[in-house]
């Protein structure tokens, strides 16, 4: 009888434990990394854990930004692995944590050992992005490398930039005066690609250069960009690593952020003053709009219109203004500023820029 209840009890178990499994593949594909811990967690509590289980788990803390914890889990999973796609699947993910946190020498062995095995489709093409976007493809054999304060600048060319120092000193000093309004801490130093190939770097990466990935700290660039447009992209996004962003908001921090000498009012009503001269129907854009549907408007009109109107919220009130940069959705900024005071400066704001 006693062994009746404990094959009772294991089949029991193996289907809650399977039925657990399953919930956690569910919810990774469903973006629900919270879910996926809470799940794994659990998992681990009652059992010793299996591939799936290590490298869900780790992969989940990846995509929340939470390198550190990811590490162990994923270097477990890399144990129980047995065939070439399952440690394929763990050193990309490695790789990614250990270059997350700047460890880059233990990233690159990740990487040479990625090289040398087939991961799925998924996982080759994320090795293949990741790489190249870290600086691991042989575009970038030739490049030059500086290590300086909170930087670590790649240049293709160094006769293209022209004076060096200048350009260098004037990123490090933007940084400085970025930083001191977030105060972030970052996990590593800022891996800042200067490109002179741009057409080369569009084939590569698929898109126009310049872009940051601030997980990993990383920019690429072209000559011809403001100072301080990406790397406010890194600091704003590591002010909170649970940040939720926006297009209109996080563009806006960008173009705030320049460091340029632009008037950004009067180059946001420029943008309106062009609209009413090429079309005689045009009225006048509603911010509402840009912030709910970001991706509505291209860069040129979106860009300065946003850059305009979070210089207004950054002066309105510097502490609702960080408070909105960690979550930047509309419903945020509803709770942060209230229904009606949000209405204000949106309303206020439209009249000043749409006004003749
Ligand atoms: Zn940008």
């Known amino acids: 009888m006693k062994n009746i209840f404990l094959v009772l009890f294991l089949i029991l178990f193996y289907n809650l434990s399977f039925s657990q499994k399953y919930e956690m593949s569910t919810a990774f594909e469903n973006n629900g990394y919270q879910k996926v811990v809470a799940l794994g967690e659990q998992i681990l509590e009652n059992e010793s854990g299996d591939y799936k289980v290590f490298l869900l788990l780790g992969k989940a803390y990846n995509a929340l930004n939470q390198f550190e914890k990811a590490l162990p889990l994923l270097r477990k999973a890399n144990e129980y692995a047995e065939i070439e796609w399952q440690y394929a699947a763990a050193y990309v993910e490695i790789m990614e944590a250990y270059y997350a946190l700047g460890l880059k020498d233990k990233a690159k062995r ?5 090289i040398h095995v087939r991961g799925t489709k998924s996982v080759q093409r994320k ?3 990741l790489a190249l976007l870290f600086g691991y493809d042989n575009v970038f054999n030739d490049w030059i490398t500086v290590t300086t304060f909170n930087f670590v600048f790649h240049f293709e060319d160094i006769e293209h930039i022209g004076d060096i120092d200048n350009y260098i000193e004037k990123r490090i000093a933007a940084f400085k ?6 105060k972030a801490a970052l996990p590593k130093e800022i891996d800042f690609f200067v490109w002179k190939s741009e057409g080369v770097a569009q084939k ?3 898109k126009f250069l310049g872009f940051t990935n601030p997980k990993y700290c990383v920019s690429h660039n072209k000559l011809s960009q403001t100072v301080g447009h990406e790397i406010a992209h890194t600091i704003s996004y590591w002010f909170d690593k649970n940040n939720n962003r926006n297009r209109f908001v996080n563009e806006g921090i960008g173009v705030y952020f320049d460091c340029s000498e632009t008037n950004r009012l ?3 009503k420029e943008i309106i003053n062009y609209q009413r001269k090429i079309n005689k129907n045009f009225k006048s854009y509603d911010i509402r709009v840009f912030w709910t549907h970001p991706y509505e408007y291209p860069e040129r009109i979106m860009y300065p ?3 305009a109107f979070v ?3 950054a002066h309105h009130n510097q502490n609702k203004f960080l408070e909105l940069t960690k979550d930047q959705s509309y419903e945020s900024a509803q709770d942060i500023y209230g229904r009606g005071g949000l209405d204000r400066l949106i309303s206020n704001f ?5 006004e003749y």
């Open 110 to 114: 990740y990487y040479n050992k990625g």
């Open 127 to 129: 090795f293949q992005k």
């Open 177 to 182: 005066k970025i930083n001191s309004f977030y």
């Open 204 to 206: 590569k990466f698929k």
């Open 266 to 268: 009067d180059a946001a």
């Open 305 to 307: 219109i946003a850059g």
């Open 311 to 313: 210089e207004m919220l």
């Open 350 to 354: 439209n009249e000043i820029l749409n």
